[in-house]
């Protein structure tokens, strides 16, 4: 088959545009200003969808947490934070005018102001949430959220899990997962398993939002091994055993019946 040179140039530049569409990933900390305002974000960038959230400084004692979702076109963003019912309350619109700063227009109804985000480097991100701030992980991805750099992160686990804490790192590093942490009944939750047949190697973490406590159920090797990690000091709230036995039997209740059992889940096999 033979093509014109025309029709060979018009392959050729197709390819190269292409190839050279931005399929960019980042997630990244911010320090700026909407006008007066000094503020906090994270943002991150999945081929063109962002997501993440703000705050202002100046109410850090707050639960205050905006989140934000849009997209990046190039080095143009549109950032907006929109409530359930599809009702946009507040817009960013603005542009990358370099790999670290954004500058833009910040809108709330007739309310306009100048803003600007500069990157936190790599060494400066804030390494404590705690204080039941780990609200902001809400619909964000585990990994891309940077979970598990938090310094009260590794605390809690450290701490639930005593000698096993490494062996669940390293369970973590070949697990998949929800694709983003959920909200439930004031519970963070999150879910780690392989690709399996059986409810083995699968881990379900929950953060109680309300007492910043860590739950975690972990089956290794079999359903008749159900391994719950928390604070010794109290029992585990019913509502979190709820989930748990819930969840179990939601994925695997065709061959077992997950039950609560005082301070426990255990399966029956049907």
């Not at 939750?189 to 939002?209: A, K």
């Amino acid at each position: 088959m033979k093509y014109s040179f025309a029709i060979l140039t018009a392959i050729l530049l197709s390819m190269v545009s292409r190839a050279q569409l931005p399929l960019e990933t980042f997630n990244k900390q911010y320090k700026g200003s909407i006008g007066p305002y000094n503020i906090s974000a994270y943002i991150i960038g999945r081929f063109g969808s962002l997501s993440g959230h703000y705050s202002y400084d100046s109410q850090k004692g707050a639960d205050n947490t905006i989140s934000l979702f849009g997209k990046k076109n190039g080095k143009n963003i549109v950032l907006q934070d929109e409530d359930p019912t599809g009702t946009i309350h507040e817009t960013f619109a603005g542009r990358f005018i370099n790999d670290s700063t954004i500058h833009g227009e910040w809108k709330m109804k007739a309310r306009k102001y100048p803003f600007t985000l500069r990157e936190i480097k790599s060494g400066q991100y804030p390494k404590t949430i705690g204080g039941g701030k780990y609200k902001v992980f809400v619909g964000l991805d585990p990994w891309e959220s940077k979970f598990f750099e938090q310094l009260t992160t590794v605390k809690k686990l450290k701490q639930i899990l005593g000698t096993e804490y490494v062996e669940y790192l390293q369970f973590l590093t070949g697990s998949g997962f929800m694709p983003t942490f959920k909200l439930e009944d004031g519970l963070l939750i999150e879910d780690f398993s392989y690709l399996h047949i059986g409810c083995m190697n699968q881990s379900i973490l929950v953060i109680d939002l309300n007492t910043n406590q860590f739950y975690l159920c972990w089956i290794k090797d079999n359903a008749d091994d159900i391994g719950l990690y928390y604070d010794k000091s109290n029992n585990i709230p019913t509502k979190v055993l709820s989930y748990f036995a819930n969840a179990l039997n939601t994925g695997w209740g065709y061959t077992y019946n997950f039950s609560i059992a005082g301070n426990r889940v255990v399966a029956q096999r049907r």
